[in-house]
Structure formats: C-alpha cells, structure tokens
C-alpha cells in the first residue's frame, strides 16, 4: 500500500454572473443554501428593461403600419403602370407616359422592401429587448441536472448596482468531491486511471471514504519531480468539505510472490542501483545489478534478477564484488539447510586478513 496527502476539491465549482447591468434587487439564496437546476436565484431591477420592450414593441408596430401602406400603394402603382401599358397599345397615351407610371410603380416596389426590411428590423430589436428582460431573472443552469448542488460563496448583496459580468454567487457541488494529490516519479507507473483508493480525512478520523482515480497527468513536473492525480471521493451525506486535508491510501502493482529487500540494501549510482548478495559455498559477496519496481518508505521490490542467496543490508560501503566476508557459522548453517531467503540483517565486512 502507497499512502498520498491531497487537498479536496469541489467536484465541479462556477460562478453565477450577471448578464446585464442593473440593480441587485432581490437574492434569494444565501451561503450554504441548497439550489435545483433551473431554480431562481436572483432578479435585477428590470424597470428599464420592460419600458425598452413597450418601445420596441411599439416600434414594430409603427414599421408594421408603414409597411401595410408601402403594399397599398404598391397596387395602386401597379394598376396604374398596367392601365398606361393598355393606354400606350391603344396609342392613347405616349411613351412618356408609360415610362412615368413605369417609374412610380418600380421605385414603390422599392419602398416596400424598405418597409419590409424595417419591420424585420424591429422584430429583432423587440427579442433583444425580450432577451434583456430575460436576463434580469437569474437562475441555477448546468449541464449535469441529476445532482444538486450548494451555495459556497456569496459575493455581493441587494441593492448593489452590479455591472455586466458581476459574479453573485459561487455554485459548487460536494456530493462528490476531488481529492488532489502529486505522485512521484518513482511510483508513478504503478498508478493507472479506475484504481480503488480509501480516502480519510484528520477532520473524521473515525471514518473512510471510497475513491476512484479518475485523472493522472501525462507529464511529470521538471520542477518538483511530480505528477499532478485528482480521485473522485464519494461524499453523499455531504460530510467532507472542499479545502479539507486528506490521505489517500490505495495498493500499489500487486504482486503475491515478490522479492523485496530493505531500502537500505540498495547499492544506489547514477543511472543504476544494484546490491550485493552472500555467496555460501565462497564466503564472498556478488554484486549484481537490479531492476526495482514497488516502492514504499522502507521496502523495495526487486524484479530482476531472481535473487538467490542472502542480501547485505549493512555496510556495503565497504565492500566490492568477490570480496571475502565473514559469514556466522550459524547463518551459514541455515543458508545450506534452507536455501535462498528474501534478505538477512548481515553486514558486509571487509576482506579477512
């Protein structure tokens, strides 16, 4: 098992900002507050904005009107233009007078695309009044609406004159949280997103919490030698708290056979670590180079070679390979009748005189 200290984070956090500007007018929510998607949070002074929709909608109303008489028009002019053709095919009236009612007849078709176009124009100006309006109503809205969530943070109160953009409130959810932790270079590969981890905080001693690894940053840090995880904490009662100390508990690469050898048996230089084994029959120490994996304060597994024989975990400083050592006929003895063992606490000595 690795053990990691982390700090917990909201499971998801956003601030709930205005859109327009106006007066805070009424703040229905207060820190700590449960709220719903959807759910009415604030309302701004929306006197302004009505009177904006009264004109626009008048306005509308104008350019409606405007155009209703372009059309009018239009069939007059076209009635006329077509009685001038008749006129001009009797030869009653002149080819000037043709052309004149010709004129009067295209440029009030244009009349009516500019009274056409006004009255879109309007429209769109009374929905972005409408849309304004809107915005004065300000309501819990994210993506995720299965879960509630909670008021943590309020910043501002009513009667505020707020300007576009200004948060309110801070929206958080908590039933589940991230705990954020860094990881090692060193035990960095034994780690892999879905990985169970028990989560306990000093603030509830008497109680764990089930975690899930759910994120491992591709890169380690050039600076600090980490890795930045995050771990989805379980929290349905609410219990945990964003900003809450935690450790995270979770079982490194498992392996039911492992050779493991105390930390201090390692033999440690640039770009290599290896250790010194206990030749019996010779009464000398091998050194041999290994390949490590899981690692804890105290213990290191070796991967490779197989080791067999016992391992120097003292004094290896004095030592080189084939060196004699003093081996104790009583280690010696059980070496012969047992065979290989993990490790012994024997120190290595110096060449017998």
Known sequence: MQTFTGTLQPGAQFDLSTQIAGRLDDLK???GDTVRQGQVLALLDDDKY???VEQAKAELEVARANLAEAES???IRRREYERAEQLRKQRVASE????????EYQAQQARVRVASAQ?????????????????TVIRADWQDNDHTRVVGERYTDEG??????????????????????????RDYPHLSVGRHVEVTADAIPERAFSGRLVRLAP??????????MEIAVDNPDMILKPGM???LETEMDRSDDACIVPRTALVERPGRRALYTVDLETGTARYVLVETGVETRDLVEIRRPPLDGFVVTLGQHLLSDGAPILVPAGLEADGKKQGSAPYSDMPGGGPSQ
Not at 160 to 185: C, F, G, K, Q, W
Not at 219 to 228: D, T, Y
């Open 160 to 185: 505020t004159y707020l300007s576009a953009n200004t948060p309110i409130v801070s929206i958080v959810r908590i039933d589940t949280l991230i705990a954020v932790a860094y990881v090692s270079e």
């Open 119 to 135: 009255v879109a124009q309007k429209q769109a100006a009374l929905m972005g009044a409408e849309l304004m309006l809107s915005y």
């Open 73 to 75: 028009s239009l069939a």
């Open 96 to 103: 000037a007078e043709l052309d004149s009612a010709r004129a």
């Open 29 to 31: 929510v207060d820190l």
């Open 50 to 52: 009505r009177f904006e």
């Open 219 to 228: 890169v380690v840090s050039e600076a600090s030698r980490q890795a930045r």
């Open 245 to 247: 100390f935690v450790r």
